[in-house]
């Protein structure tokens, strides 16, 4: 198997070979059944520090490599997602819980990730820029030196990958520091995918670890650009904490997307999409369906059959790939989400569908009658749960999609697409999907959001990865030397 236990059992990945971590080690969890999958290291802050001193040392050959051969490794990187897709997917499915259709989603994705990625190193990166003096003006873009990428537990592989492949194919060294919880999927998979493609050793280092960890990695001197993506409260801390050490910190945070539906939409297209992006992957996604805003004269026959469809959605164990909800990834998050969920009915919202759970398998599940005071209409519930409110005007529509800190992505659906597009002018967001839910990603799309959902950076695309990962530098050129009055 290529992620075979024995390689990585107790360890992390420092300096290019698998290592104990001094934070000794931790039981790889199957949320679906509790049951112990392995055993995976645990990096201490004192790892932290030798494996940003080693990355630096080894970023400055990478960055010397000819292009086409760092090209090739990222090239070779995406060959090897394809060739082990089964065993990654199984992985995806046991560690972190996702449905079969989601783990392989998330595999191909991570192939594409490298595969857009290994365009970058033979780009241009610079310009000519005029200049008053009798001088070549230049401004040229370089590696940054070391990446810290810290990715959360939902999406491991694609909120990992995402950047690791750009900011390697770029000429950076990373360290990656993985969700405990999912160290295997986030952190060993893409350690060992790299190790196999050629990568030279210390170029990446696969830290799990926790807090400490995290603040260690974001102030350490020699890390010169964090990408975090997870929650905004801990973004919001990172975000402080870059800021203080002067370094530049890209954040993908939370989302509360709103899908709305308008008069004239076609309702059973509607309730499909609705329930794909509110279920999907258990609602552990930053985009998920979070506010399902629908006119007034579709509203009661919305609610209806979301409901019904929700009463039909099975949640189990996704190893069996009947069910199409896997489990809530622990119990601290499913207490967060069934809190919400009765917090919202105690203060009004009515109970369409749904509202149970067995272990950590939460029912697909319908709040009806919510307002903006509803604390599931308001907040990031993360979990399958679709809060439904109703609305009359465009004007309110607007209002109600607005009535929240998060700007990460909107769906609108409607017969009359260039009325969706008007509509989506008024409503800032970081992603507009017309005629479809919020749940859609693609290696070569800026993806990113605004206000509580990001900092406005953007991951996916070469200009966004660039802008990312790469320093300008401003360099001037003369044949002869200037003579200055003193």
């Given at each position: 198997?290529?992620?075979d236990?024995?390689?990585?059992?107790?360890?992390?990945?420092?300096g290019g070979s698998?290592?104990?971590?001094s934070?000794?080690?931790?039981?790889?969890?199957e949320?679906?059944?509790?049951?112990?999958?392995?055993?995976i290291g645990?990096?201490?802050?004192d790892?932290?520090?030798?494996?940003?001193?080693n990355?630096a040392?080894?970023?400055r050959?990478?960055?010397?490599?000819p292009?086409?051969?760092?090209?090739a490794?990222?090239?070779r990187?995406?060959q090897l997602?394809?060739?082990h897709?089964?065993?990654?997917?199984w992985?995806?499915?046991?560690?972190?819980?996702?449905v079969?259709g989601?783990?392989?989603f998330?595999?191909h994705?991570?192939?594409?990730?490298?595969?857009?990625a290994a365009?970058?190193p033979?780009?241009?990166?610079?310009?000519?820029?005029?200049?008053?003096?009798?001088r070549?003006s230049?401004?040229?873009?370089?590696?940054?030196?070391?990446?810290?990428?810290?990715?959360p537990?939902?999406?491991?592989?694609?909120l990992?990958?995402?950047s690791?492949?750009p900011?390697?194919?770029?000429g950076?060294?990373v360290?990656?520091?993985?969700?405990?919880?999912?160290a295997?999927?986030?952190?060993v998979?893409?350690a060992?995918?790299f190790?196999?493609?050629?990568?030279?050793?210390g170029?990446?280092?696969?830290l799990?670890?926790?807090?400490?960890?995290?603040?260690?990695?974001?102030t350490?001197p020699?890390v010169r650009?964090?990408s975090?993506?997870g929650?905004?409260?801990v973004?919001r801390?990172?975000g402080e904490l870059?800021?203080?050490?002067?370094?530049?910190a890209?954040?993908e945070?939370?989302g509360?997307?709103?899908l709305?539906?308008?008069d004239?939409?076609?309702?059973?297209?509607?309730?499909?999409?609705?329930a794909?992006g509110?279920?999907?992957?258990?609602?552990?996604i930053?985009?998920?369906?979070?506010?399902h805003?629908?006119?007034?004269?579709?509203?009661?026959d919305?609610?209806?059959?979301?409901a019904?469809?929700?009463r039909?959605l099975t949640?189990?164990?996704?190893a069996g790939?009947?069910?199409?909800l896997g489990?809530?990834?622990?119990?601290?998050?499913?207490?967060?989400?069934?809190?919400?969920?009765?917090?919202?009915?105690?203060?009004?919202a009515?109970?369409?569908?749904?509202?149970?759970y067995?272990?950590?398998?939460y029912?697909?599940?319908?709040?009806?009658?919510?307002t903006?005071?509803?604390?599931a209409?308001a907040r990031?519930?993360f979990?399958p749960?679709a809060?439904?409110a109703?609305?009359?005007s465009l004007?309110?529509?607007v209002?109600?999609a607005?009535?929240t800190?998060y700007?990460?992505?909107?769906?609108?659906?409607?017969?009359d697409?260039m009325?969706?597009?008007?509509?989506?002018?008024r409503?800032?967001?970081?992603?507009?999907?017309?005629?479809d839910?919020t749940?859609?990603?693609?290696a070569n799309?800026?993806?990113?959001g605004v206000g509580a959902s990001?900092t406005?950076?953007?991951?996916g695309?070469?200009?966004?990865?660039?802008?990312?990962?790469?320093?300008?530098?401003?360099i001037?050129?003369?044949?002869?030397?200037?003579?200055?009055?003193?």
């Amino acid at each position: 198997m290529f992620l075979d236990a024995a390689q990585w059992q107790d360890k992390i990945f420092i300096g290019g070979s698998w290592q104990a971590g001094s934070g000794g080690s931790a039981d790889v969890i199957e949320p679906a059944t509790g049951v112990s999958l392995g055993r995976i290291g645990r990096a201490g802050v004192d790892d932290l520090a030798r494996a940003a001193e080693n990355a630096a040392e080894a970023q400055r050959e990478w960055a010397a490599t000819p292009h086409p051969v760092r090209a090739a490794v990222l090239r070779r990187a995406g060959q090897l997602w394809a060739e082990h897709a089964d065993d990654i997917a199984w992985w995806n499915i046991r560690e972190v819980g996702a449905v079969p259709g989601m783990a392989g989603f998330a595999v191909h994705t991570a192939e594409q990730e490298c595969y857009e990625a290994a365009t970058l190193p033979g780009r241009s990166y610079g310009e000519v820029i005029p200049s008053e003096q009798p001088r070549l003006s230049l401004a040229t873009r370089g590696p940054v030196g070391v990446v810290g990428v810290i990715s959360p537990f939902n999406v491991p592989i694609i909120l990992g990958i995402r950047s690791v492949a750009p900011a390697l194919a770029l000429g950076n060294a990373v360290i990656l520091k993985p969700d405990p919880r999912t160290a295997v999927t986030g952190g060993v998979t893409i350690a060992r995918i790299f190790e196999e493609a050629g990568l030279p050793p210390g170029v990446l280092q696969m830290l799990p670890g926790g807090a400490d960890v995290g603040e260690a990695l974001v102030t350490h001197p020699l890390v010169r650009v964090i990408s975090f993506t997870g929650s905004t409260p801990v973004g919001r801390h990172i975000g402080e904490l870059a800021g203080r050490h002067l370094k530049r910190a890209h954040l993908e945070l939370g989302g509360n997307s709103a899908l709305i539906v308008l008069d004239d939409a076609d309702l059973d297209a509607a309730v499909n999409l609705a329930a794909w992006g509110a279920f999907f992957h258990q609602g552990q996604i930053c985009m998920t369906t979070g506010r399902h805003l629908v006119h007034e004269r579709l509203y009661d026959d919305f609610v209806e059959r979301l409901a019904a469809k929700a009463r039909q959605l099975t949640a189990g164990d996704p190893a069996g790939g009947q069910a199409a909800l896997g489990p809530i990834i622990d119990a601290g998050q499913l207490g967060k989400i069934h809190k919400l969920v009765v917090d919202s009915v105690d203060q009004g919202a009515r109970l369409a569908a749904g509202g149970t759970y067995e272990n950590l398998f939460y029912s697909a599940t319908v709040l009806a009658d919510v307002t903006p005071d509803t604390p599931a209409f308001a907040r990031e519930i993360f979990g399958p749960v679709a809060p439904v409110a109703r609305f009359s005007s465009l004007d309110e529509a607007v209002k109600l999609a607005t009535a929240t800190e998060y700007g990460l992505s909107l769906g609108i659906v409607t017969r009359d697409a260039m009325k969706g597009l008007e509509l989506a002018q008024r409503i800032p967001t970081g992603i507009v999907h017309i005629n479809d839910q919020t749940v859609n990603d693609e290696a070569n799309a800026p993806f990113g959001g605004v206000g509580a959902s990001g900092t406005g950076s953007r991951f996916g695309g070469a200009m966004a990865n660039i802008e990312a990962f790469t320093e300008t530098r401003w360099i001037t050129m003369r044949g002869q030397a200037p003579t200055y009055p003193f």
